[in-house]
């Protein structure tokens, strides 16, 4: 008999990551389709009332929190003690994690000190003769396997964008608070504050809708014979403002820096969509004077729905990579994109 937890930390306003309804999500349908199994819920932040409150009517038979100013920010040594704490509390043999950047330091070494094992990037689950099966992806999402294990606690990490968030009522939940004796070690660590990219240079986003992506073309000489590099900055940063959508780049745009060519001043190589870049997950997907060669394209396995400008017809998009190929000036779709959206 299968015991879940549902684990999530909190974020600075006390609620959970979209993330975390997601993995949410994943847990209920696990303990509905496992005979015999139970839910419980484990919640880590300074406070966790509200966020139980939130999920109060997910079906779980226990709520569980480590709270305090100690478990506010993410750090190693106190997370990791939280997650042993909630682990045994629970008796949990399989625990349902999202895949925050905080669980994704802390859960490994969790595992670790309870004897158990782990699965990250985890995209599918499944019950087969009331057993467990994950399924996550290898060799750049080239090969997609299916793992089950008999050791536990098993702990699955769930990557975002696999399963639609929890969605319910919100309730009373009653929470029972979980003691942590920290160790010693954790007074060396403190968290004084967060440096974070200015808004306008944060242009990665994993929960966008949208992911909107930028080629060479933009920085290469258009029709008048002229760069317009200035034009290409205002009219992507505005979109991406507009539509909060995530910004992907091509590889030869990022890798233009390099070479010493006129580039977009936001772009980096943490852009990159493709073989060699990221595989982001996101509903809808615009390329932009990128060309959809099969390097770049395959990169867009986890898009759903895919549109592409293009100034040429038969450019990669074309070639049944996208849904819809617009053949049109980017440049120009795009200022009448930004207008009709009110920028
Ligand atoms: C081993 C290997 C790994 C690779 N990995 C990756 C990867 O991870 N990601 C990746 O992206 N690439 C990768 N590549 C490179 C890939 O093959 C392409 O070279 C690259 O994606 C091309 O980028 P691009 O389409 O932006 O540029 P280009 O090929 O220069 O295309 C620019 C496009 O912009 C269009 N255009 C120009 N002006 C306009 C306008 N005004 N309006 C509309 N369209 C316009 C042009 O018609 C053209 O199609 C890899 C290559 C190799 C060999």
Redesign the pocket.
Known sequence: MEKILFLAHTQDDGTLPNVAREALAAAVDLTQKIPGSSLSVGLIGQEAKPAADAVAACGAARFLAVTGTEFAASRYASDVAAVEALVSEAQATLIVAPATIRFSRALPGAAQRLQGRIETHVSGLDVVDGAPQIQRWYYRQRMVATLARSQRPWFLVVDAGVFPPWQGAPGAAALDNVAVALPENCTRTRVVGIQSPAVKTQTIRPDAEVLFVA????T?K?ADGQLHIKEAEGLILGFLQQCNASLG?????VDQSVEGEAVLSFMSHLN??????STPRHPKGLA?????????AV?WRFINERRA????PN?GWAQGKADVLYV????QVMAKVNDLLGG
């Open positions: 080629g060479a073309g933009w290469k258009q780049s091509s590889k030869s745009l990159q969509v493709g073989q060699t870049g932009t004077c990128c060309h959809g060669e099969e390097p770049h990169g400008i293009n100034t040429d450019c049109a000036d980017a440049f």
